[in-house]
Structures are given as C-alpha cells and as structure tokens.
C-alpha cells in the first residue's frame, strides 16, 4: 500500500457543478496537508495548506482534514472550465524543520463549459 | 517576483550520456528541493537542501545521481550515464526555511532518454 492514495480519475464535470476530490493516506504522522493545481507542462501549483484536522476555506475552495479517519478532501464549488487541471494532494510530517512531502497521483479533472 | 526557474525546460539525451539540469529558486528560499514526476504519477522526493548542505538525499534512486548547490541557491541536478528509466520530469522547488513550510515549484526540466 502507498503512504498517500489517490483516485487517479479522470473525472469530468460540467460547469457550475460541485467537485468533491479525495485523498487516502496511512502514515499517522502526517500533520500538515496540502493540494496542489497542475496544469499540462506546468509545474505544482499551490491551492490549500492545512495543518491537523478541520476545514479551510478559500474562495471557491474548501479543504477538510479528518485524521480519525486518514481521510482529506478538496472541494470545487462552481467550477469553471479553466478549474480542468491534475489536483494532487500532498502531505509531510510532524518533525521539527522540513520534511519532503509525499504526494498522490494526482486526479485528473475535466469542467466542461 | 520571479518564481523559481528551471532550465533546460526540454531535454533530450541518448543512452549513457551526462546531463546536468539547473534550477534557479525564489530569492531568499533557503531551502531547495528536487522532485521527479513520471507520467500519470504524482512527483517523488529526490533531495533536499537546507542552504549549501543535502539535509536529505534518500530519495536519489541510486549513485547516478547527485545535486549540488554550492553558494546556497542555484542547484543543479546532476545524472550520470542516463537510463531511458530515468526520463522523466525534473521538478524543483524552493521554500522559506522551516516547518513544513509549502513549496513553490518551477515547471520542470522535461529529460527525454533515447
């Protein structure tokens, strides 16, 4: 089993819906969660930074941490044809300075005008 | 401000030659880190540096490959006698030192192994 678990998709919507992405992970050392935006022949691009449990929002995007259940996800309300992009999730640990984070597959989303 | 440049962003190489790719990171990030991204994977931690040093490198596959950053922040990444296994996208990317702070990433050297 990897650390991180994401479905890979592709997931395809149309405009105006809701989008709900999911990440699974195990490492119970995991404190600080993250999503990223990635656009073809682009690099990651940061969305959300969340530390421990609970949501943040973000404009059109709120992001839930539930540790109980190793459990994150982003949500997408009112998407846009310009939100299609590869959404990763990203996660690292608690220790004291940085530590690399592990990211997931990535989900792959498509908004359809 | 700028962001964190990375170059060549397209290279092609045959079986068994050196490349050295550069990334050039967000002034005043101390710290660097190299990822590699295949296709339909998320990026995977290559090496880590906390100003001059390699805090961490357990993410290098093997002795091919090695980086460097010898003033603090250009790095450059470097691959001996390439593999087409290694053909990849090359990622880098810079942070303010410290707790888990978030990276910013540069768009990726495209390596191409023939």
């Known amino acids: 089993q990897k650390e991180v678990e994401q479905d890979p998709g592709p997931l395809s919507v149309p405009e105006g819906a809701i989008v709900s992405l999911n990440c699974t992970y195990s490492n119970s050392a995991f404190q600080y969660f993250m999503w990223y935006r990635q656009y073809s022949r682009k690099g990651p691009e940061l969305l959300m930074y969340?530390?421990?449990?609970g949501n943040k929002e973000d404009g059109r995007f709120t992001a839930q941490v539930d540790k109980s259940s190793k459990y994150i996800s982003l949500f997408i309300r009112d998407s846009q044809p310009s939100d299609s992009a590869t959404y990763l999730c990203?996660?690292?640990?608690?220790?004291?300075?940085?530590?690399?984070?592990?990211f997931g597959k990535g989900t792959r989303l498509s908004v359809i005008a | 401000g700028a962001g964190v440049s990375q170059t060549p962003s397209n290279k092609v190489t045959e079986k068994g030659k050196y490349v050295e790719l550069r990334c050039d990171p967000i002034?005043?990030?101390?710290?660097l880190y190299w990822y590699r991204q295949s296709l339909g994977q998320g990026p995977e931690f290559l090496i880590y540096f906390q100003g001059t040093g390699a805090a961490d490198d357990s993410g290098l596959p093997n002795d091919r490959f090695f980086a460097v950053r010898p003033e603090g922040s250009v790095s450059t990444l470097k691959i001996q006698r390439t593999e087409r296994g290694d053909s990849a996208v090359y990622l880098c990317?810079?942070?303010?030192?410290?707790?888990?702070?978030?990276?910013?990433f540069g768009n990726g050297t495209r390596l191409t192994v023939t």
């Open positions: 990203a996660m690292s640990g608690r220790n004291s300075g940085n530590t690399p984070l592990v």
């Open positions: 002034s005043g990030h101390t710290a």
């Open positions: 969340t530390y421990s449990s």
């Open positions: 990317a810079s942070s303010v030192a410290g707790n888990n702070s978030p990276l910013h």
